[in-house]
T-cell receptor, first 116, second 111 residues
Framework: KAGVTQTPRYLIKTRGQQVTLSCSPISGHRSVSWYQQTPGQGLQFLFE???????NKGNFPGRFSGRQFSNSRSEMNVSTLELGDSALYLC???????????????FGSGTRLTVV | GQQVMQIPQYQHVQEGEDFTTYCNSSTTLSNIQWYKQRPGGHPVFLIQLVKSGEVKKQKRLTFQFGEAKKNSSLHITATQTTDVGTYFC???????????FGAGTILRVKS
């Protein structure tokens, strides 16, 4: 079966711009989580969506937002980009919400965002 | 901050040597997951441990969950170059139901 699909794979944006990243989970998976990965901070939790509802949000400014659609696809948006937003953004899907499944997350290949 | 401390940060081993990474928590954990991320890749789920004292094996990999459910380890026997990557533990924070990752241990294998 198809894995988790993230688009685009690479993105270069200018400071002040906004960006939207997309994630299509594995078919049947209803939970989507987003993480930011940087060399200095590691994997940082952004938010989790389940059944179109945001269940949790990490410690990121309001410039970071997301949503989930009825088909479980999710998008995250970052407005007013800063240089420090350069990172690998990973999306992960699972059958159920965090804490309610014995299965781990399946990650997508990520979107590499570079802010210049 | 991180709920789990993962050590060591780096480990360089000669091919054929064993490797162990540890995750430690100050609080009791409900469960712990382990992931592997190859260089340039994305994290891949390896296993979840739930029970106190649990030991699970996957070929050359042995995973343990401490009796007090405050620590866990991943041991690789006779490392191979294919074992290269970063190994992360991840735990669910009791409040908020977030899956939080440790800082990871980078494994390099010299052939």
């Amino acid at each position: 079966k198809a894995g988790v699909t993230q688009t685009p794979r690479y993105l270069i944006k200018t400071r002040g711009q906004q960006v939207t990243l997309s994630c299509s989970p594995i078919s049947g998976h209803r939970s989507v989580s987003w993480y930011q990965q940087t060399p200095g901070q590691g994997l940082q939790f952004l938010f989790e969506y389940f059944s179109e509802t945001q269940r949790n949000k990490g410690n990121f400014p309001g410039r970071f937002s997301g949503r989930q659609f009825s088909n479980s696809r999710s998008e995250m948006n970052v407005s007013t980009l800063e240089l420090g937003d350069s990172a690998l953004y990973l999306c992960a899907s699972s059958l159920g919400p965090t804490g309610y499944t014995d299965y781990g997350y399946t990650f997508g290949s990520g979107t590499r965002l570079t802010v210049v | 901050g991180q709920q789990v401390m993962q050590i060591p940060q780096y480990q360089h081993v000669q091919e054929g040597e064993d490797f162990t990474t540890y995750c430690n928590s100050s609080t009791t954990l409900s469960n712990i997951q382990w992931y592997k991320q190859r260089p340039g890749g994305h994290p891949v789920f390896l296993i979840q441990l739930v029970k106190s004292g649990e030991v699970k094996k996957q070929k050359r990999l042995t995973f343990q969950f401490g009796e007090a459910k405050k620590n866990s380890s991943l041991h690789i026997t006779a490392t191979q170059t294919t074992d290269v990557g970063t190994y992360f533990c991840a735990v669910i924070m009791e409040y908020g139901n977030k899956l939080v990752f440790g800082a990871g241990t980078i494994l390099r294998v010299k052939s």
